[in-house]
């Protein structure tokens, strides 16, 4: 027991070590002060080699800062806070290709002009989760000074009556714990069941002042005292007009989320997709995958959206499982609509990396929903099954991607080392051990680590390269790139193949993702193991 407590502190330090080494790199390099949003293209040594925006990628940026901010304290931190506003203003302002439609672009120009959009969601997925996470961390700042005061000098609420005519009862402001609620007002909006509010009016205005939008009469009780409200003015100056978006932010994930659902489970055809007669109706692994990481965004610790997107939770997870093939002897990238194997090279691709991601995925939805039975599926068929056949037994490291029946993969990259997958392996081995505390999934995790750790990290100049060959060696020296690959974007969407005309190729590999895969992995990887040396205590 004790040597096992040594082994899992030594690996949180050299994790979390490694998580201040990875961020430096994107909190001095990435960031642009120019015209918000961040550079994702960036050479081994930070430099910019591309000022093109991916909409998916500032959107990625965003969620991951306000995420370390959120959860881990030495990350909570104003400049961290400050660029992740930065970002998700420049995502306001310039993600979507026309408003009030919902379609984003997937590329923009560095002052964010639209230059390309994609026949996929994931652009629009990235830009929900960034919107969500940014109203969190948002909410908590505004309303941190004892839960009751305005954040940034405005006034404070007084208890409201209920209001039969707008409204049943009080209305609560979303992060809020105390009972400070304000009646239904003309700007007022709704979300499903929860009730958002525009913020609160500033500056303050004299207490004897009559206009229509100030209230009458204060509650001298809850009224902060004039060194109070001075203290809180010295808080960092939000940017111009971000503080009527702080509420515009989770409106604008939930109504994304509602227009990504259209597009996959009733109408594409707002995606640009025509259908082509003789195309085979394929759904790719990634859509269900991608909905289910929104449907745990959006629901953490808030039921009345949790309850909302329960059911499109388990319908997720149906689909995903319909990826498990040939008597659960294979996870495939692609099956038919009806959860059917599809023939050709098409049907026999696999990802073990993906399978071993949907595994982590699938893991936290048993979970969720407490169901043990799915969770030893998941770990046999999602975990152990594809490290079986995707890890290397000559050179070590995970295989790009197979052919299940064991062809030579199409894929100039097939055998390539890339360090996604890796990342997603050291989630859902540890995940897999912290769930169902087998051993032998926590040495899957050390192994993993390891490799990761010897092949890919860059000590000389921080974060991660991206692409090895099959013997472990560097092939691309750079930090991150515009691409998701072609699994997810050339294939990424239900009848993807429909297309009238294939346009232009997709890159050949999976260039890097920006500040995401391994931040995510290593923060995520951190917290687990804290939680499992506080079991050991």
């Known amino acids: 027991m004790e040597k096992e407590r040594e082994t899992l502190q030594a690996w949180k330090e050299r994790v979390g070590q490694e998580l201040d080494r990875v961020m430096a790199f994107w909190l001095e390099h990435s960031h642009d002060r120019e015209h918000g949003g961040f550079?994702?293209?960036?050479?081994?040594?930070?430099?910019?080699?591309?000022?093109?925006?991916?909409?998916w990628l500032q959107g990625r940026?965003?969620?991951?800062y306000c995420r370390l901010y959120r959860k881990l304290e030495r990350f909570h931190r104003p400049e961290l806070l400050d660029a992740a506003k930065a970002g998700g203003e420049f995502l306001l302002r310039h993600a979507r290709v026309a408003p009030p439609e919902k379609k984003c672009a997937f590329v923009l120009t560095r002052d964010g002009r639209p230059v390309k959009v994609q026949r996929s969601i994931f652009s629009e997925c990235f830009y929900t989760m960034a919107m969500n996470e940014l109203w969190r961390v948002t909410a908590e700042?505004?309303?941190?000074?004892?839960?009751r005061?305005?954040?940034?000098?405005?006034?404070?609420p007084s208890p409201a009556p209920r209001c039969a005519s707008?409204?049943?009862?009080p209305v609560r402001r979303p992060g809020l714990s105390s009972t400070a609620?304000?009646?239904?007002?003309?700007?007022?909006?709704?979300?499903g069941l929860r009730v958002f509010l525009p913020p609160l009016p500033q500056p303050h205005r004299d207490p004897g002042h009559r206009g229509g939008s100030q209230p009458k009469r204060r509650a001298p009780s809850v009224r902060p005292s004039r060194e109070k409200r001075q203290l809180v003015l010295k808080r960092p100056k939000l940017p111009s007009g971000f503080q009527g978006r702080v509420f515009k932010s989770q409106s604008e994930a939930v109504e994304m989320m509602d227009q990504i659902v259209h597009w996959v489970r009733e109408d594409p055809s707002g995606l640009g997709r025509p259908q082509l007669p003789g195309a085979v109706a394929s759904e790719s692994m990634a859509v269900p995958m991608m909905l289910l990481c929104l449907v745990e965004q959006l629901g953490e610790e808030d039921e009345e959206l949790a309850g909302r997107y329960a059911q499109l939770g388990h319908w997720c997870a149906r689909r995903i499982l319909q990826h498990v093939q040939r008597d659960g002897q294979a996870v495939l990238e692609n099956v038919s609509e009806d959860g059917e194997e599809l023939s050709g090279c098409l049907g026999r691709h696999q990802n073990p990396?993906?399978?071993?991601?949907?595994?982590?995925?699938?893991?936290?939805?048993?979970?969720?929903?407490?169901?043990?039975?799915?969770?030893?599926?998941?770990?046999?068929?999602?975990?152990?099954?594809?490290?079986?056949?995707?890890?290397?037994a000559d050179h070590g490291g995970l295989f790009y991607?197979?052919?299940?029946?064991?062809?030579?993969?199409?894929?100039?990259e097939w055998a390539m080392k890339l360090w996604w997958p890796h990342s997603e392996a050291m989630i859902a081995f540890l995940m897999g051990y912290s769930e169902s505390g087998d051993p032998a999934l926590l040495r899957l995790f050390y192994q993993v680590a390891e490799y990761t750790f010897r092949q890919f990290r860059d000590p000389e100049y921080g974060e991660w390269f991206g692409y090895l060959n099959r013997e472990g060696k560097v092939a691309l020296t750079i930090k991150g790139g515009p691409f998701k690959g072609e699994w997810e974007i050339r294939q990424g969407f239900r009848g993807s193949e429909r297309s009238a005309a294939p346009g232009p190729p997709n890159p050949p590999s999976c260039l890097c993702a920006g500040c995401f895969h391994v931040p995510r992995c290593l923060a995520m990887c951190e917290e687990m193991l804290s939680a499992l040396l506080s079991r050991l205590a």
């Open 141 to 147: 700042a505004r309303y941190q000074v004892r839960g």
């Open 39 to 55: 550079f994702t293209c960036l050479g081994r040594d930070g430099r910019v080699y591309d000022d093109l925006k991916y909409v």
């Open 149 to 156: 005061k305005a954040a940034w000098g405005g006034s404070v």
């Open 61 to 64: 940026q965003v969620w991951m």
């Open 401 to 412: 991607f197979q052919d299940a029946d064991g062809l030579c993969p199409t894929q100039l």
């Open 353 to 392: 990396g993906h399978a071993l991601e949907a595994g982590w995925f699938l893991l936290r939805h048993s979970s969720r929903s407490g169901d043990a039975k799915l969770q030893a599926h998941v770990i046999d068929t999602f975990l152990l099954l594809p490290f079986r056949s995707g890890w290397d």
């Open 181 to 191: 609620t304000r009646p239904l007002g003309p700007r007022t909006f709704t979300v």
């Open 166 to 169: 707008r409204c049943p009862g």
